[in-house]
Structure formats: C-alpha cells, structure tokens
C-alpha cells in the first residue's frame, strides 16, 4: 500500500524490494542491468536510495524482470483499507504535468493493478511494450485522452473507456487546455507477478 508514504519512505521500499527480488532470484545487478536496459550504476543508486527512479525506469525494470510495474513499490497490508489518493505521492517521467498514483499496487494472488493518471495541458507519456498478454483497461473521468497503440490514435472522452494490448508500443497524450484524469487497470500475463 502507498497512502501515507513520503518520497524518501518510497524509494527506501523500491530498494528494499528490488534487492529482495535480486537476492530471491540469484542475480547481480550485471544481470539485472543487462535484463532492463537500466545501468548497473543507475540500479545500485535505486538500491541504496541515493536517488528515485523516475517511471520510465521503473518500467524499464518491471518488463525487463518481467515484474508487475507495482511490485517494488507494493508492502503488506491488511485485508482491508482506504486509500486516499490526496495522501498518495505520485510518481513522474520527469514531467510534474504526468503524476500516476499506484493506487492498488499488485498483490499475492493478483494479476492485476489499478493506476489513477492525471495528465496536464501538454503532457505526454510512453511506455514501453509490456508482457505478452498484458492488457490495459482505461477509463477517462475528465478531459479527452489521446492514445497511441502501435500506430494508430485514438481519442477517448470523458465518460468513455478503452481496451488494449499492452504488450505493443502505447504512450498517452493530453492535447487539450483541461485535464485529463484517468484510471487504468493493467492486467497482466502468466509471465508477471
């Protein structure tokens, strides 16, 4: 669960687990960076919280793991609990005008996560192929989503909703002056924690 936690308490979990999983699996961080495409440098700073992985890292480890996108940032939690997503600390490519609110991470049992987006005036994301048989499931609440899968665009309105493979190329757009807030769902493949 991530309510609550402040940047610094996150990235000390992402450490905390993705040494876990490194230990658990039986692999250097050479193994790991040539796995991800992440610099071995890069992959021991993240470890010993000398700096935050930004999203599009925490991608490029999650799929190159073949890993949930949550899973490092996910600790116990009780069987029930509120999350308030105003106490939650969002996670950005670089770009403050893109927050993503882990807002159910993966859990024991799950193959599933449930993500809420807010994407400002301008703001663009990409994300790089996930497992094969990921799906994504999005639902925009406000503002008109642009979404790229592969190559073709579509443009998905409030109130509206839209399935994909999040296996190919996708990468998410606001083109507008009002925000876009989403919540997706990723459900991903037998290959995924």
Same mark, same amino acid.
């Given at each position: 669960?991530? %309510?609550?936690?402040? %940047?610094? @308490?996150?990235?000390?979990?992402?450490? #905390?687990?993705?040494?876990?999983?490194?230990?658990?699996?039986?692999?250097?961080?050479?193994? %790991?960076?040539?796995?991800?495409?992440?610099? $071995?440098?890069?992959?021991?700073?993240?470890?010993?919280?000398?700096?935050?992985?930004?999203?599009?890292?925490?991608? $490029?480890?999650?799929?190159?793991?073949?890993? =949930?996108?949550?899973?490092?940032?996910?600790?116990?939690?009780?069987?029930? /609990? &509120?999350?308030?997503?105003?106490?939650?600390?969002?996670?950005? @490519?670089?770009?403050?005008?893109?927050?993503?609110?882990?807002?159910?991470?993966?859990?024991?049992?799950?193959?599933?996560? &449930?993500?809420? &987006?807010?994407?400002? =005036?301008?703001?663009?994301?990409?994300?790089?192929?996930?497992? #094969?048989?990921?799906?994504?499931?999005?639902?925009?609440?406000?503002?008109?989503?642009?979404?790229? +899968?592969?190559?073709?665009? /579509?443009?998905?309105?409030?109130?509206?909703?839209?399935?994909?493979?999040?296996?190919?190329?996708?990468?998410?757009?606001?083109?507008?002056?009002?925000?876009?807030?989403?919540?997706? +769902?990723?459900? /991903?493949? @037998? @290959? =995924?924690?």
């Amino acid at each position: 669960m991530l %309510a609550k936690h402040s %940047a610094e @308490n996150l990235n000390q979990i992402i450490a #905390k687990n993705l040494k876990e999983l490194r230990r658990v699996r039986g692999i250097t961080l050479d193994d %790991a960076a040539e796995a991800t495409g992440v610099s $071995k440098s890069m992959l021991g700073q993240i470890e010993r919280c000398e700096c935050g992985p930004s999203v599009a890292t925490l991608w $490029k480890i999650s799929t190159g793991l073949k890993i =949930s996108f949550t899973y490092l940032m996910t600790e116990e939690h009780s069987d029930v /609990y &509120i999350v308030d997503n105003k106490e939650m600390v969002p996670l950005t @490519n670089g770009n403050p005008g893109f927050r993503l609110y882990p807002v159910f991470p993966i859990g024991p049992g799950q193959d599933f996560e &449930i993500l809420y &987006i807010e994407l400002d =005036s301008g703001a663009i994301s990409s994300s790089t192929p996930h497992e #094969k048989g990921t799906e994504e499931f999005t639902l925009v609440y406000a503002g008109t989503l642009e979404l790229h +899968v592969s190559d073709k665009i /579509y443009s998905v309105k409030a109130g509206h909703s839209i399935h994909y493979s999040g296996d190919q190329p996708h990468s998410y757009a606001n083109r507008n002056d009002d925000m876009v807030q989403i919540c997706m +769902v990723i459900r /991903y493949g @037998n @290959n =995924s924690r």
